[in-house]
């Protein structure tokens, strides 16, 4: 399980695990990574294991998931990006999504879940049993807001007169730990100059 809050890099995370994990780089002992975004409508309308696996050639989606089935999940990683984001009657009615989860579909199959913490303690409370760790995003340090702006404004004087800047403007200083609002307020200072 990862929480973190809005706009401080689940999303971004779940992207790279399955980006290193199609290089090579990590966890090669799953035979598959599966990113299931819980905000798309495809897999929010999800009834059964096919259907969680959309794709736009169905023959392939259907001849993978047999063999997924056929395997009870083992070697597979599911990421359930966003589940804060599906709607409440699928998080705690009966769902294909908990169906998973309980291990009544996919019991040998990997699960790790990004929410917000809306989420998590229901996830906590009702899945203590299954979750093997829970980890929160926190963000970036102070070095990497530093590292940031220089990766974005490569003019030194405008990043001194930027960090200045967020001197004067404490609140908005604060603001620069989450990676997503870094990244506008430096864009709109650095579109400014």
Request: charge should be negative.
């Given at each position: 399980?990862?929480?973190?809050?809005?706009?401080?890099?689940?999303?971004?995370?779940?992207?790279?695990?399955?980006?290193?994990?199609?290089?090579?780089?990590?966890?090669?002992?799953?035979?598959?990574?599966?990113?299931?975004?819980?905000?798309?409508?495809?897999?929010?309308?999800?009834?059964?294991?096919?259907?969680?696996?959309?794709?736009?050639?169905?023959?392939?989606?259907?001849?993978?998931?047999?063999?997924?089935?056929?395997?009870?999940?083992?070697?597979?990683?599911?990421?359930?990006?966003?589940?804060?984001?599906?709607?409440?009657?699928?998080?705690?009615?009966?769902s294909i999504?908990?169906?998973?989860?309980?291990?009544k579909d996919l019991?040998?199959?990997?699960?790790?879940?990004?929410?917000?913490?809306?989420?998590?303690?229901?996830?906590?409370?009702?899945?203590?049993?299954?979750?093997?760790?829970?980890?929160?995003?926190?963000?970036?340090?102070?070095?990497?807001?530093?590292?940031?702006?220089?990766?974005?404004?490569?003019?030194?004087?405008?990043?001194?007169?930027?960090?200045?800047?967020?001197?004067?403007?404490?609140?908005?200083?604060?603001?620069?730990?989450?990676?997503?609002?870094?990244?506008?307020?430096?864009?709109?200072?650095?579109?400014?100059?």
């Amino acid at each position: 399980l990862v929480e973190g809050a809005p706009g401080i890099g689940k999303t971004t995370f779940a992207w790279e695990v399955c980006r290193k994990w199609a290089s090579g780089e990590i966890l090669q002992e799953y035979g598959l990574v599966v990113l299931l975004r819980l905000r798309d409508k495809h897999v929010r309308e999800a009834e059964t294991v096919f259907n969680l696996f959309y794709h736009t050639n169905p023959e392939l989606s259907n001849a993978v998931v047999r063999e997924i089935l056929n395997h009870e999940g083992e070697s597979v990683l599911l990421l359930y990006e966003g589940y804060d984001e599906l709607p409440r009657k699928l998080q705690e009615q009966q769902s294909i999504f908990l169906d998973v989860l309980h291990k009544k579909d996919l019991p040998r199959a990997t699960i790790l879940i990004t929410s917000r913490p809306s989420a998590t303690g229901y996830l906590c409370w009702e899945f203590k049993e299954q979750i093997s760790q829970h980890i929160e995003i926190l963000g970036f340090t102070k070095d990497d807001i530093i590292s940031y702006v220089h990766d974005v404004i490569e003019d030194e004087q405008v990043c001194k007169d930027f960090f200045q800047y967020l001197k004067c403007y404490p609140y908005i200083g604060g603001m620069m730990y989450v990676p997503l609002n870094a990244m506008i307020v430096t864009e709109v200072y650095k579109d400014s100059q």
